[in-house]
T-cell receptor, first 116, second 113 residues
């Protein structure tokens, strides 16, 4: 079946502009996660959504970052007033449940964001 | 919150040798520890995981060990092959109720033919 998809695959934007990154999770997956991967860094957790529960936003680095998930499916990560330090690969993942309960997180291909 | 440290950051081995990557974690409530492999330009993929009720798990050439008392776990790859070259990430879950995984910074493994 189809895996997690993300768009665009690459995005170049000017400092100060807003950007929107999109994630389409695997159909039926109730949990959706956003991570940031900077050069030489690991996978930095940003936010996750689980069903109809309030999202866990504890990883968002500043109030310029926000995310929403409409209809329990597609998610959009928005970065306002982009800064050069926002340049990174943004990865989305989805799962049927919690990892500790045996549900794998499946990753998308990522969106490479470059802020000039 | 959970903190995961991973060592080494880079590792080069000759083909056929073994490779070991080590991670430590801070939250004693964590009980699930996956390992992901990310090949160049590709997405991370789960290769093996372990839960706190076992000390070791093996799948062909890869194995993971867990010492819950010391809060560390390790990935062992035997008889390495060039296709094992990738970045490997360890992770730990963030305790009961949370869906969050905390990842280490990754180890770039190079297998030299």
């Amino acid at each position: 079946g189809a895996g997690v998809s993300q768009s665009p695959s690459n995005k170049v934007t000017e400092k100060g502009k807003d950007v929107e990154l999109r994630c389409d999770p695997i159909s039926g997956h109730t949990a959706l996660y956003w991570y940031r991967q900077s050069l030489g860094q690991g996978l930095e957790f940003l936010i996750y959504f689980q069903g109809n529960s309030a999202p866990d936003k504890s990883g968002l680095p500043s109030d310029r970052f926000s995310a929403e998930r409409t209809g329990g499916s597609v998610s959009t990560l928005t970065i306002q007033r982009t800064q050069q330090e926002d340049s990174a690969v943004y990865l989305c993942a989805s799962s049927l449940g919690r990892a500790r309960d045996g549900y794998e997180q499946y990753f998308g291909p990522g969106t490479r964001l470059t802020v000039t | 919150g959970e903190n995961v440290e991973q060592h080494p950051s880079t590792l080069s081995v000759q083909e056929g040798d073994s490779a070991v990557i080590k991670c430590t974690y801070s939250d004693s409530a964590s009980n699930y520890f996956p390992w992901y492999k990310q090949e160049l330009g590709k997405r991370p993929q789960l290769i093996i995981d372990i839960r706190s009720n076992v000390g070791e798990k093996k799948d062909q050439r890869i194995a993971v060990t867990l010492n819950k008392t010391a809060k560390h776990f390790s990935l062992h790859i035997t008889e390495t092959q060039p296709e094992d070259s990738a970045v490997y990430f360890c992770a730990a879950d963030s305790g009961a109720g949370s869906y969050q995984l905390t990842f280490g910074k990754g180890t770039k493994l190079s297998v030299i033919p």
